[in-house]
DNA sequence: GCCAACGTTGGC
DNA sequence: GCCAACGTTGGC
């Protein structure tokens, strides 16, 4: 069992999209960056998901998610009239994945990006790192388990 | 709104 | 294959 970081806008997607009923699942589409894509690739289903909104004050994780189905095609990629369409991607090697992941739980408290930084055993976390844009980032299983307890759970 | 840090593109 | 130009991310 693996543990990630996924990002999100919440003016775009948020924790309450993904969590407006119960053990709702929802697709992740939109993943166009390639190390984030092979991050999505090595996931299995069950793996746990910290769920981050970015560009608010304060960034913040705001909930528990698991991967519900391992990454399969975006079919986003193909379609002409959307956002994320993908011109160069070969129909029969489709260039760019998504996976379903499933709300778990809010966390009590969410935990600030702020407070992650002086959190000590965070210090190689991936999000902390200079200049760190990734979408989908590798969570040790030291970090989750300091990250719950941050957030009041067990 | 600024801008540093990155990733991608495309000419050569 | 290099690298300048450009676009995007995302904290501050």
């Known amino acids: 069992m693996k543990y990630w970081l ?5 003016a775009t997607y948020s924790w309450d999209d993904l969590n407006n009923e119960p053990n709702k699942t929802d697709h992740w589409d939109g993943v166009r960056n390639y190390q984030a894509r092979n991050f999505m690739r090595d ?22 998610a698991r991967v519900a189905k391992e990454a399969y095609p975006d079919h986003t990629q193909f379609d002409s009239g959307a ?18 992941i499933q709300a ?13 930084r002086e959190t000590a055993g965070l210090d190689e976390m991936v999000l902390l ?26």
């Open 104 to 116: 778990v739980e809010t966390l009590p408290e969410p935990v600030t990006l702020p407070q992650l």
């Open 6 to 10: 996924m990002k999100t806008e919440p």
């Open 43 to 64: 996931m299995k289903e069950g793996d746990g998901i910290l769920f981050y909104h970015s560009v608010v004050k304060p960034p913040c994780i705001v909930g528990i």
């Open 83 to 100: 956002k994320y369409f993908d011109p160069k991607s070969p129909k029969d090697n489709p260039r760019w994945d998504m996976v379903d």
């Open 129 to 154: 790192r200079k200049g760190s844009r990734l979408s989908i980032q590798p969570v040790t299983e030291k970090e989750w388990k300091i990250i719950r307890k941050l957030a009041g759970l067990k």
